[in-house]
């Protein structure tokens, strides 16, 4: 039976991290009877071992709500500012938001952008201060700041509580009065089909995953008509034919149905086993018998996201590199912003050279493999994308693993130490750089500034949020043009350490400049060791080279012979550690006699530590690579 589309409400959670989405949703899930009592536990929609671990959402869930005779849909998102991507894709599949702001911790940077992503969509927002009830909590002041930055008025700000759950049935309330409900003809995704007779039904897919015995399945709003169990499907992007085994809502269980409806968000279980067949943006649509289908034009997707840090991964175990593929193929449908790349390593095997958002996206990521596939994993130094002039056309001389060579203009883009050309073939080197802003008590923002002046930002502006006549927490916006390079690593750690934990960021990729960028060369025993070799700039290379030699000496176990660790730029060495031999007492038998006695056996002892160390193989344990990935 079809659901009148003026019942249906589809609206997302848009917060700074830790400031209490998932909480506030576990309320409006236990208030609407979605879940009984016995089923309900903290953080219901962290679906994954790893969120529930680190208290901290990685993906977008959905829960279908029954509230007074309406649906609502509600579409939980990520925070952090590596998780984005998600956000973008939740705020396309809904018409309203709630923007959550955190009354001990007022508005944030990440809350600024993700309300200009929901304004970008005609989103209705929906104020609430969450966590009133703790004693830590600015009430009037942050209601004065969310006034102030958004305009919004004292009356429309809800006060509310995710803990103890104050304001739900208010919040409830105002997502019914206040939120338009879905209508294609305003939405921001939907292309009418002028060349058809008939308007075609058509659905937006904004997430994906595996199941195990329902293949591919598709998250997708509908946005224009319906669909039916018994009808044949049509995925546009990919051209593929689709025979429907399940359609249903989450609730956030899976809830099977016999037909999904316009405005609804669903899923569709495809029975595919393909995942390369269901793109993340991509258009489903009816089979027509007459063709038609083929000139239905596509919904609006989303503008794939940039990667921003590159590392290679590999597994510990080379026999496991099939079982690392399906994994790494399975959970890139589930988390479309993962690109990879076959390479090989003389020293690691076959691998993949992965791009992600974020060093918190690199490490969420590893970790996931590890845990949910079981696949041990060794992960090289983070990098960035670096472009590079080449002097010359002749790309055999290239290392061969370079995948992205644009002959046109003779560049080429690395990204990984093992990558970099000869110097004698590089012209000029460009990193990428992105537009950093800070938001920052006034009190912090000297030290902010300095930070990022160490970090070879470049300052553009300092402006003020709040009112001078109004009694609050006055917050700077602090701008600065920085390298990606710079941010990638510790940057985020070190602002917060010396902000006491109130500073947020946010940044965007500008383009590319040029920059003296050199590859560190690690050696263990003379040997290079490309999985730790690294890409910085010159004026950070001895400091880090020396940092990595350092680290590496405490971690690699000492052998029967001497192992020199070094650092090489350019081949020249400029940093050096010596891990120091076991020694047998070769002496410890003899009592007195003559010296020469000795000097004789001290120096067959020599000459043997001298063969073994020709023809001696260094083991280098999981923890070095680990730790050097935490080296700034």
Request: proline share 4%.
């Given at each position: 039976?079809?659901?009148?589309?003026?019942?249906?409400?589809?609206?997302?959670?848009?917060?700074?991290?830790?400031?209490?989405?998932?909480?506030?949703?576990?309320?409006?899930?236990?208030?609407?009877?979605?879940?009984?009592?016995?089923?309900?536990?903290?953080?219901?929609?962290?679906?994954?071992?790893?969120?529930?671990?680190?208290?901290?959402?990685?993906?977008?869930?959905?829960?279908?709500?029954?509230?007074?005779?309406?649906?609502?849909?509600?579409?939980?998102?990520?925070?952090?500012?590596?998780?984005?991507?998600?956000?973008?894709?939740?705020?396309?599949?809904?018409?309203?938001?709630?923007?959550?702001?955190?009354?001990?911790?007022?508005?944030?940077?990440?809350?600024?952008?993700?309300?200009?992503?929901?304004?970008?969509?005609?989103?209705?927002?929906?104020?609430?201060?969450?966590?009133?009830?703790?004693?830590?909590?600015?009430?009037?002041?942050?209601?004065?700041?969310?006034?102030?930055?958004?305009?919004?008025?004292?009356?429309?700000?809800?006060?509310?509580?995710?803990?103890?759950?104050?304001?739900?049935?208010?919040?409830?309330?105002?997502?019914?009065?206040?939120?338009?409900?879905?209508?294609?003809?305003?939405?921001?995704?939907?292309?009418?089909?002028?060349?058809?007779?008939?308007?075609?039904?058509?659905?937006?897919?904004?997430?994906?995953?595996?199941?195990?015995?329902?293949?591919?399945?598709?998250?997708?709003?509908?946005?224009?008509?319906?669909?039916?169990?018994?009808?044949?499907?049509y995925a546009i992007g990919t051209c593929t034919d689709i025979?429907?085994?399940?359609?249903?809502?989450?609730?956030?269980?899976?809830?099977?149905?016999?037909?999904?409806?316009?405005?609804?968000?669903?899923?569709?279980?495809?029975?595919?086993?393909?995942?390369?067949?269901?793109?993340?943006?991509?258009?489903?649509?009816?089979?027509?018998?007459?063709?038609?289908?083929?000139?239905?034009?596509?919904?609006?997707?989303?503008?794939?996201?940039?990667?921003?840090?590159?590392?290679?991964?590999?597994?510990?175990?080379?026999?496991?590199?099939?079982?690392?593929?399906?994994?790494?193929?399975?959970?890139?449908?589930?988390?479309?912003?993962?690109?990879?790349?076959?390479?090989?390593?003389?020293?690691?095997?076959?691998?993949?050279?992965?791009?992600?958002?974020?060093?918190?996206?690199?490490?969420?990521?590893?970790?996931?493999?590890?845990?949910?596939?079981?696949?041990?994993?060794?992960?090289?130094?983070?990098?960035?994308?670096?472009?590079?002039?080449?002097?010359?056309?002749?790309?055999?001389?290239?290392?061969?693993?370079?995948?992205?060579?644009?002959?046109?203009?003779?560049?080429?883009?690395?990204?990984?130490?093992?990558?970099?050309?000869?110097?004698?073939?590089?012209?000029?080197?460009?990193?990428?750089?992105?537009?950093?802003?800070?938001?920052?008590?006034?009190?912090?923002?000297?030290?902010?500034?300095?930070?990022?002046?160490?970090?070879?930002?470049?300052?553009?502006?300092?402006?003020?949020?709040?009112?001078?006549?109004?009694?609050?927490?006055?917050?700077?916006?602090?701008?600065?043009?920085?390298?990606?390079?710079?941010?990638?690593?510790?940057?985020?750690?070190?602002?917060?350490?010396?902000?006491?934990?109130?500073?947020?960021?946010?940044?965007?990729?500008?383009?590319?400049?040029?920059s003296e960028i050199v590859k560190v060369t690690i050696l263990?025993?003379?040997?290079?060791?490309?999985?730790?070799?690294?890409?910085?700039?010159?004026?950070?290379?001895?400091?880090?080279?020396?940092?990595?030699?350092?680290?590496?000496?405490?971690?690699?176990?000492?052998?029967?012979?001497?192992?020199?660790?070094?650092?090489?730029?350019?081949?020249?060495?400029?940093?050096?550690?010596?891990?120091?031999?076991?020694?047998?007492?070769?002496?410890?038998?003899?009592?007195?006699?003559?010296?020469?006695?000795?000097?004789?056996?001290?120096?067959?002892?020599?000459?043997?530590?001298?063969?073994?160390?020709?023809?001696?193989?260094?083991?280098?344990?999981?923890?070095?690579?680990?730790?050097?990935?935490?080296?700034?």
């Amino acid at each position: 039976m079809a659901i009148d589309t003026s019942l249906i409400r589809n609206f997302c959670i848009i917060a700074h991290i830790d400031h209490g989405k998932s909480t506030l949703a576990d309320r409006l899930i236990e208030f609407t009877g979605a879940l009984s009592r016995r089923e309900i536990k903290d953080r219901v929609l962290d679906t994954l071992e790893l969120e529930q671990e680190r208290g901290i959402t990685i993906k977008l869930q959905t829960a279908r709500l029954h509230y007074k005779g309406f649906i609502l849909n509600l579409i939980d998102t990520p925070g952090h500012v590596d998780f984005s991507y998600e956000v973008s894709r939740s705020v396309a599949a809904s018409e309203g938001a709630l923007l959550l702001v955190d009354a001990t911790q007022g508005v944030q940077a990440q809350t600024l952008s993700t309300v200009y992503k929901a304004m970008e969509y005609d989103l209705k927002i929906i104020p609430v201060l969450n966590k009133v009830d703790m004693d830590t909590a600015d009430v009037e002041g942050t209601k004065e700041e969310m006034m102030e930055i958004f305009g919004f008025s004292q009356s429309e700000i809800i006060l509310a509580s995710g803990k103890t759950g104050l304001g739900v049935d208010k919040i409830l309330d105002t997502i019914i009065k206040e939120i338009p409900p879905p209508d294609k003809n305003k939405s921001k995704v939907f292309v009418p089909d002028d060349n058809l007779k008939v308007q075609p039904t058509k659905a937006l897919v904004f997430d994906a995953f595996y199941h195990e015995f329902l293949g591919v399945t598709a998250l997708v709003k509908v946005v224009a008509g319906s669909f039916n169990l018994s009808d044949k499907l049509y995925a546009i992007g990919t051209c593929t034919d689709i025979s429907p085994i399940e359609l249903g809502y989450l609730n956030p269980k899976m809830c099977k149905t016999f037909e999904l409806n316009e405005g609804e968000v669903g899923y569709i279980a495809t029975g595919l086993k393909d995942i390369n067949l269901i793109h993340v943006g991509d258009t489903i649509t009816l089979k027509m018998n007459d063709d038609s289908h083929l000139l239905v034009k596509s919904l609006i997707g989303y503008k794939p996201p940039k990667p921003m840090v590159f590392a290679s991964l590999y597994p510990v175990d080379s026999s496991d590199f099939e079982k690392f593929r399906d994994a790494l193929e399975k959970l890139s449908l589930n988390d479309s912003s993962i690109t990879y790349q076959k390479e090989f390593s003389q020293a690691l095997g076959t691998g993949y050279v992965c791009g992600f958002l974020g060093l918190l996206h690199l490490e969420i990521t590893q970790e996931r493999l590890e845990k949910e596939y079981g696949i041990e994993l060794i992960t090289t130094t983070p990098t960035v994308e670096f472009r590079i002039k080449l002097k010359t056309s002749d790309y055999t001389k290239l290392p061969i693993n370079i995948a992205n060579i644009d002959t046109k203009q003779n560049l080429a883009y690395i990204r990984t130490a093992a990558e970099f050309p000869d110097p004698g073939l590089v012209e000029y080197v460009e990193e990428p750089w992105v537009s950093l802003e800070v938001l920052v008590p006034e009190d912090y923002v000297g030290s902010v500034m300095e930070l990022c002046h160490k970090h070879r930002g470049e300052y553009i502006s300092l402006s003020y949020l709040s009112n001078k006549n109004i009694v609050l927490r006055r917050h700077a916006i602090l701008k600065f043009n920085m390298p990606m390079i710079e941010i990638m690593i510790s940057f985020f750690d070190k602002l917060k350490s010396i902000t006491n934990g109130y500073a947020s960021m946010e940044y965007a990729f500008t383009g590319f400049r040029k920059s003296e960028i050199v590859k560190v060369t690690i050696l263990v025993n003379s040997q290079p060791a490309e999985a730790l070799s690294f890409l910085t700039h010159k004026v950070n290379a001895q400091k880090k080279g020396r940092e990595v030699v350092e680290k590496l000496k405490e971690l690699i176990p000492r052998q029967m012979f001497k192992v020199p660790i070094q650092a090489a730029v350019e081949n020249q060495i400029v940093a050096r550690e010596t891990i120091n031999p076991y020694r047998k007492d070769v002496l410890a038998k003899l009592y007195g006699g003559d010296v020469t006695r000795k000097l004789k056996l001290l120096e067959k002892q020599k000459k043997g530590k001298k063969k073994m160390k020709l023809v001696g193989n260094v083991e280098i344990p999981k923890e070095a690579f680990l730790a050097v990935l935490k080296i700034d």
